[in-house]
């Protein structure tokens, strides 16, 4: 237990559906970040939030849609995703975001798979 | 542009001791972690380096030359729940963590 949690663990979804996943960090910390996770590929930063303003969004498709209500929690909405998209999605979190020894804290990922 | 490489996979015995390359080359340097991850888990951290030379934990440790752009991790005494994948991830001068590929770590009775 890393102290972050996600939910779902699994999500199967078609082309025209809309879901969300959800993180919530029971840390205490200030900065969450939504990661993409592919076979055989580098992690790949998609949003960070730090006091609940996002402060990066590295060239994510519109697609993918953040939403970050207070520190706690992250969403990540989902809508007409193509099945490249299937991947396992990682949320993290981080005390401050800004230090450069602070580890990242991940939670055990949503699968994703896009039909 | 910023990348990081490492070996895809890796073999090794139970009781012998390994070594994880990563080489960078980013946009500034910020510090470099280690972390674990079992397949369907987490990555949890392992290390951090920001300064050169060789920082140990336990049965592990890892090395860090600046100059070089390389660094690597070292398990000793090797146990079958090593086996995981082994991710190198620096900290560029944004202060964003840049990942490598993960190394898939296989340990043999």
């Known amino acids: 237990e890393t102290g972050v949690t996600q939910t779902p663990r699994h999500l199967v979804m078609g082309m025209t559906n809309k879901k969300s996943l959800k993180c919530e960090q029971h840390?205490?910390?200030?900065?969450m970040y939504w990661y993409k996770q592919s076979a055989k590929k580098p992690l790949e930063l998609m949003f960070v939030y730090n006091f609940k303003e996002q402060t990066e969004n590295n060239s994510v498709p519109s697609r993918f849609s953040p939403e970050c209500p207070n520190s706690s929690h992250l969403f990540l909405h989902l809508h007409t995703l193509q099945p490249e998209d299937s991947a396992l999605y990682l949320c993290?979190?981080?005390?401050?975001?800004?230090?450069?020894?602070?580890?990242?804290?991940f939670g055990p990922g949503t699968r994703l798979t896009v039909l | 542009g910023q990348n990081i490489d490492q070996p895809t996979e890796m073999t090794a015995t139970e009781g012998a001791i390994v070594q994880i390359n990563c080489t960078y080359q980013t946009s500034g340097f910020n510090g470099l972690f280690w972390y674990q991850q079992h397949a369907g888990e987490a990555p949890t951290f392992l290390s951090y380096n920001v300064l050169d030379g060789l920082e140990e934990k336990g049965r592990f440790s890892s090395f860090l030359s600046r100059s070089k752009g390389y660094s690597y991790l070292l398990l000793k005494e090797l146990q079958m729940k090593d086996s995981a994948s082994y991710l190198c991830a620096v900290r560029d001068s944004n202060y964003q963590l840049i990942w490598g590929a993960g190394t898939k770590l296989i340990i043999k009775p």
């Open positions: 840390l205490g910390h200030n900065a």
């Open positions: 993290a979190s981080s005390p401050s975001g800004t230090s450069g020894g602070e580890e990242q804290f």
